[in-house]
Nanobody, 120 residues
Framework: EVQLVESGGGVVQPGGSLKLSCKAS????????MSWVRQAPGKGPEWVSA????????SYADSVKGRFTISRDDAEKTLYLQMNSLKPEDTALYYC?????????????WGQGTQVTVSS
C-alpha cells in the first residue's frame, strides 16, 4: 500500500517561510521521482516542483523559482519543500505526489494534502 503523508502547512504572513514534509511508505522511495503539486480554491492543480531519483536534479514552476527548494532524504523516505518569501498567491492545498508526469498530471499516488495559507 502506497502512502504519502504531508505535514508542515499552516498560516503565515506574506514574506514568511514554511517547510513542508512528506513521509512515504509502501514503495521503493529512492527509485522514484517525486513532486509537489498545489491546488488553490477554484483553480486546477498546479505542479510546483520535482526532484528526480538518482542524480536528484530538481525542477521548479516559474512561479516559485528562487523562493522554494525541494529536497529528499531517501534513507528516511521523506520529501521536503522549503518555502521562503511566501506570497498570498501561494495559498493552496499542497500535495506530495509520486512521479514527475508534468504533461499529464497522472501521478502514481497523492497524499492527503496540507493547507498553506499566506495572509496578512
Amino acid at each position: 500500500e502506497v502512502q504519502l503523508v504531508e505535514s508542515g502547512g499552516g498560516v503565515v504572513q506574506p514574506g514568511g517561510s514554511l517547510k513542508l514534509s512528506c513521509k512515504a511508505s509502501g514503495f521503493s522511495f529512492s527509485e522514484y521521482d517525486m513532486s509537489w503539486v498545489r491546488q488553490a480554491p477554484g483553480k486546477g492543480p498546479e505542479w510546483v516542483s520535482a526532484i528526480l531519483s538518482g542524480q536528484r536534479s530538481t525542477s521548479y514552476a516559474d512561479s516559485v523559482k528562487g523562493r522554494f527548494t525541494i529536497s529528499r532524504d531517501d534513507a528516511e523516505k521523506t520529501l521536503y519543500l522549503q518555502m521562503n518569501s511566501l506570497k498570498p498567491e501561494d495559498t493552496a492545498l499542497y500535495y506530495c505526489a509520486k512521479d514527475f508526469p508534468i504533461a499529464t498530471m497522472n501521478f502514481g499516488a497523492w497524499g492527503q494534502g496540507t493547507q498553506v495559507t499566506v495572509s496578512s
